[in-house]
């Protein structure tokens, strides 16, 4: 079946520059989601369609592709943003989601 | 205000069923292609299923196909997901989640979850 692989964790002090990858064969063709989920809450969406941000979502997180990898930037993090945050995308069919494992970001 | 309320989680012994419910309000609900989603305690996320507008096409992981149907009901703006033959391994939280493009498996609005836990 098919896989996206992210690290297990980032660790960034406040003001810094986040980077989460995540990587996977099918990227090329199918465009990456990104969603954060903070300790017993929900997932939101945070960027779709590999670099668009939705309403409502600051500024400092922008995405970006490069082949079979993605990368979820979160410039000047601040302790608000230490959460979960998952890469998805499709499997080649396009019919079934497929989630990474999730990167824990920790602001130090 | 788009909300997705899940209820029906609880606790069942291995080889039970249960059925899960979604409410959804603020929006027109009927136009919307739905998933399940859920999360194992500490894990991360797993698609499950999704179904179509109107309920004519539907779509599940490997892991669940032939014992988790879902369905929908837009008089009542409703999502289903039927569990038949639960395992250990089916525990977790479950989401209902609202499809952002219409026919994708990507998600814009997601309820809070409903627990379901599987042990004798």
């Known amino acids: 079946s098919y896989e996206l692989t992210q690290p297990p964790s980032v660790s960034v002090s406040p003001g810094q520059t986040a980077r989460i990858t995540c990587s996977g064969d099918a990227l090329p063709k199918q465009y990456a989601y990104w969603y954060q989920q903070k300790p017993g809450q929900a997932p939101v969406l945070v960027i779709y369609k590999d670099s668009e941000r939705p309403s409502g979502i600051p500024e400092r997180f922008s995405g970006s592709s490069s082949g079979t990898t993605v990368t979820l930037t979160i410039s000047g993090v601040q302790a608000e943003d230490e959460a979960d945050y998952y890469c998805q995308s499709a499997d080649s069919s396009g019919t079934h989601g497929v989630f990474g494992g999730g990167t824990k970001l920790t602001v130090l | 205000e788009v909300q997705l309320v899940e209820s029906g989680g609880g606790l069942v012994q291995p080889g039970g069923s249960l059925r899960l419910s979604c409410a959804a309000s603020?929006?027109?609900?009927?136009?919307?292609?739905m998933h399940w989603v859920r999360q194992a305690p500490g894990k991360g996320l797993v698609w499950v299923s999704r179904?179509?507008?109107?309920?004519?096409?539907?779509s599940y992981a490997d892991s669940v196909k032939g014992r988790f149907t879902i369905s929908r009901d837009n008089a009542k703006n409703t999502l289903y997901l039927q569990m038949n033959s639960l395992r250990a391994e089916d525990t977790a939280v479950y989401y209902c989640?609202?499809?952002?493009?219409?026919?994708?498996?990507?998600?814009?609005?997601w309820g809070q979850g409903t627990l379901v836990t599987v042990s004798s």
């Open positions: 989640a609202r499809d952002l493009e219409g026919g994708s498996t990507h998600f814009d609005y």
């Open positions: 179904i179509n507008s109107d309920g004519s096409s539907t």
């Open positions: 603020g929006f027109t609900f009927s136009s919307y292609w």
